[in-house]
């Protein structure tokens, strides 16, 4: 797994379990409201990917030795800052694209999320060391992005996901199905578990950290 998942705002409401369930469920139900949370997490976290909308993110990354690099959150909708080589003493601030055929970095958003490297060239520093620009640095934690990535509204497959597992969760006794008001809830998983259909359907979301 990557790294801790940002907490965020649940992918589906109490209201929503309500309607599926056909049942009238208090908007301030303890219980519905942490199983929303606990099914958004745990979607979360088998897609290892945030999912909702980060604006300006700024993280610090492995380079890849190479002139394309992997951006871990899925879809990248926007790149506004680069700063390489930030594990030495002398980082270097990347030109974009508005800098047109002087720019030192492109990026090629959606679920691709690739920042593409350009200009190759080298630069001393002294007899130390060099830097051979036109490839990211082959260094841990040496290169910084600011991005934007994520859905900024959870689609809509997503919502009902949550809202199922979550209903397992607040339904649940241990029964193989009960009764809700007039819904009879079919348990086709465990609280806290996801099925083989609902992990095959998040197998398209699954990011590149794992």
């Known amino acids: 797994m990557g790294a801790p998942i940002t907490p965020t705002a649940p992918f589906g409401t109490v209201s929503m379990m309500s309607s599926y369930l056909r049942v009238e469920i208090s908007p301030v139900d303890v219980i ?23 604006v300006n993110e700024t993280v610090t990354l492995d380079g890849s030795g190479n002139d394309t690099m ?11 800052a680069v ?17 047109g055929s002087s720019a030192d970095y492109g990026f090629v958003g959606g679920r691709k ?30 290169v910084t992005v600011t ?11 997503l919502q009902m996901l949550c809202v199922v597992v979550a209903s397992r969760a607040w339904a649940q006794d241990g029964a193989s199905q009960e009764t809700v008001g007039t819904y009879i809830v079919q348990n086709a998983g465990q609280p806290g578990v996801l099925t083989d259909a609902e992990m095959k359907m998040l197998g398209r979301y ?5």
């Open 32 to 54: 519905a409201k942490l199983a929303l949370a606990a099914a958004t997490s745990l979607i979360q976290e088998y897609t290892d990917q945030v999912i909702a909308q980060i």
């Open 70 to 80: 992997l951006l871990p959150e899925l879809p990248v909708t926007s790149v506004t």
């Open 83 to 99: 700063v390489q080589d930030t594990d030495t003493d002398t980082p270097l601030t990347l030109l974009d694209s508005t800098h």
């Open 113 to 142: 999320g690739l920042l593409l490297r350009r200009h190759s060239r080298f630069v001393s520093y002294g007899d130390s060391h060099s830097a051979q620009f036109g490839i990211w640095p082959d260094r841990r934690q040496s």
């Open 147 to 157: 991005y934007t990535h994520g859905y900024p509204v959870i689609p809509a497959e």
């Open 206 to 210: 699954r990011g590149r950290k794992s």
